[in-house]
């Protein structure tokens, strides 16, 4: 009778060990994913990676400078008031969910070339100041023919 038993105990162990490793193989479980109100998943890491510090009526991007692809926004309530993100523009519009104070949330958007607005769409808070533009791809390089003048920019 000992024996059928200890088989039995084998193969369940042999069985557990086997689930643990497939688990391990596949990733094992975290969830790596986030959705915005429209219910698409945006993947965490995605792309180049910029902050987004969302603070009451102002938002602040890691960076200035943007090129064509894909970017996840990080968005990181500072303020005491909740807020989201939204980045609209020639690669269309894009919102992620509402975050309430010391929250974050992510947002995987893919630019094209052109001018963006990035806001919060909360409660007017757009109209409050909680807004900025970038552009993505710089000017276009000078022709050979072009006569421009320096010290013309800022």
């Known amino acids: 009778m000992t024996i059928p038993h ?3 105990s084998v193969l369940l162990g042999v069985a557990a060990g086997g689930l643990t490793a497939l688990l391990a ?3 094992g479980g975290g969830d790596d994913t986030s959705s915005d109100d429209s219910g698409t998943s945006n993947t965490v890491g995605t792309g180049t990676q910029v902050a987004a510090e969302l603070s009451d009526f102002h938002i602040k991007l890691s960076t200035e400078k943007f090129q064509p692809g894909q970017y996840t926004f990080t968005a990181k309530n500072t303020g005491s008031h909740d807020h989201a993100i939204e980045i609209e523009g020639p690669g ?3 919102r992620s969910k509402t975050i309430e104070p010391g929250q974050s949330t992510t947002l995987t958007v893919t630019l094209k070339s052109g001018s963006y ?3 919060c769409p909360v409660d007017g808070h757009k109209d409050r100041g909680m807004k900025t533009d970038i552009t993505v791809g710089g000017a276009p ?3 050979g023919n072009n006569n421009t003048s320096p010290g013309n920019g800022y």
């Open 6 to 8: 200890m088989r039995r």
């Open 141 to 143: 390089a000078p022709s």
């Open 25 to 27: 193989a596949c990733g």
């Open 117 to 119: 607005e990035v806001y």
């Open 92 to 94: 269309g519009e894009n």
